[in-house]
């Protein structure tokens, strides 16, 4: 199936246009939106899936869930899908917290937490995208990132959150 993706300009007003997947090298001025979700225990502990070794980019490596936007949907509905896809969990929209927005170079990143304690070899992982999960401390997940086991856009955005998980208790 072919995924399209809303286009939008460097203020996030709607373009109106769509973009196919894949496509958006060399789009000057022009961004989607991606989600990441946070899904963190009742221990502190952060969700890591494994990016499936089928993925072109960053296979075999640790990240947080996530996804683009879809064309016709919006952030929260993608955030939802994307945790449901990738690893099984299903929660109500009222459990899912928007953190806040982390702009890069063609894309506007909706960062969310999420509060689960499904324990991670109950998870349902997606084929092709996630081969498999776990949550870990702080300091593992520092020490995936300075072992460059985590997808290098995930360790970016770790930083830039850095504040919000402190207050949340993973720091």
Same mark, same amino acid.
């Given at each position: 199936?072919?995924?399209?993706?809303?286009?939008?300009?460097?203020?996030r007003?709607?373009?109106?246009?769509? %973009?196919?997947?894949?496509?958006?090298?060399?789009?000057?001025?022009?961004?989607?939106?991606?989600?990441?979700?946070?899904?963190?225990?009742?221990?502190?502990?952060?969700?890591?899936?494994?990016?499936?070794?089928?993925?072109?980019?960053?296979?075999?490596?640790?990240?947080?869930?996530?996804?683009?936007?879809i064309?016709?949907?919006?952030?929260?509905?993608?955030?939802?899908?994307?945790?449901r896809?990738?690893?099984?969990? %299903?929660?109500?929209?009222?459990?899912?917290? @928007?953190?806040?927005?982390? /702009?890069?170079?063609?894309?506007?990143?909706?960062?969310?937490?999420?509060?689960?304690?499904?324990?991670?070899?109950?998870?349902?992982?997606?084929?092709?995208?996630?081969?498999?999960?776990?949550?870990?401390?702080?300091?593992? @997940?520092?020490?995936?990132?300075?072992? /460059?086991?985590?997808?290098?856009?995930?360790?970016?955005?770790?930083?830039?959150?850095?504040?919000?998980?402190?207050q949340?208790?993973?720091?």
């Open positions: 199936m072919t995924e399209y993706w809303d286009l939008y300009d460097e203020d007003r709607p373009l109106g246009r769509t %973009v196919r997947r894949g496509k958006m090298n060399g789009m000057n001025g022009e961004y989607h939106i991606v989600v990441m979700i946070a899904t963190m225990n009742s221990h502190g502990q952060l969700l890591c899936t494994l990016r499936s070794p089928e993925k072109p980019t960053y296979p075999n490596v640790w990240e947080l869930t996530a996804g683009s936007v064309a016709g949907e919006d952030s929260r509905t993608a955030a939802l899908r994307e945790l896809e990738e690893t099984g969990i %299903v929660i109500p929209d009222s459990e899912l917290k @928007f953190i806040m927005t982390v /702009k890069e170079s063609t894309a506007f990143i909706d960062c969310y937490i999420v509060h689960c304690d499904t324990p991670a070899e109950e998870l349902t992982l997606q084929e092709g995208e996630t081969a498999d999960a776990k949550f870990v401390s702080r300091h593992e @997940f520092e020490n995936m990132i300075s072992r /460059k086991r985590v997808a290098f856009p995930v360790a970016r955005r770790y930083h830039q959150l850095y504040d919000y998980l402190m949340e208790g993973f720091l």
